[in-house]
């Protein structure tokens, strides 16, 4: 059974930090991309990040770029999303979701794939 667990979400002032962290299990964890995306009340789903695991490279949305970070280490089939100078406007449910690019005949992750398998969601919430 495939299982995404995100950790890491609470509230933080504006200008903090905090680590997500995607737990993942039931698939090969190497062949997937994991991409991270949020979701504020009232405002749609959109795209942050994503990462390939088989090589590493990496995709961020204009909105977090120079502020989030994304990495995964393979040995814990784990992603992880480091955010930095935090916002208000950063404030959503934070998901991970997998997706396997052979399938999709990409070589590149991106935020606008049909992703099939999600976690469930951690809460950050940035206060001014």
């Known amino acids: 059974e495939v299982q995404l667990a995100e950790f890491g979400g609470g509230l933080v002032q504006s200008g903090g930090s905090l680590r997500l962290s995607c737990s993942t299990s039931?698939?090969?964890?190497?062949?997937?991309?994991i991409g991270w995306f949020r979701q504020a009340p009232g405002k749609e789903r959109e795209g942050v990040s994503c990462i390939m695991n088989s090589d590493g490279s990496t995709a961020y949305a204009d909105s977090v770029k120079g502020r989030f970070t994304i990495s995964t280490d393979n040995a814990k089939s784990t992603v992880y999303l480091q955010l930095n100078d935090l916002k208000p406007e950063d404030t959503a449910v934070y998901f991970c979701?997998?997706?396997?690019?052979?399938?999709?005949?990409?070589?590149?992750?991106?935020?606008?794939?049909?992703?099939?398998?999600w976690g469930q969601g951690a809460q950050v919430t940035v206060s001014s």
């Open positions: 979701a997998a997706v396997n690019p052979i399938l999709l005949r990409v070589w590149v992750c991106g935020l606008t794939y049909d992703y099939d398998y």
């Open positions: 039931g698939f090969t964890f190497e062949e997937y991309s």
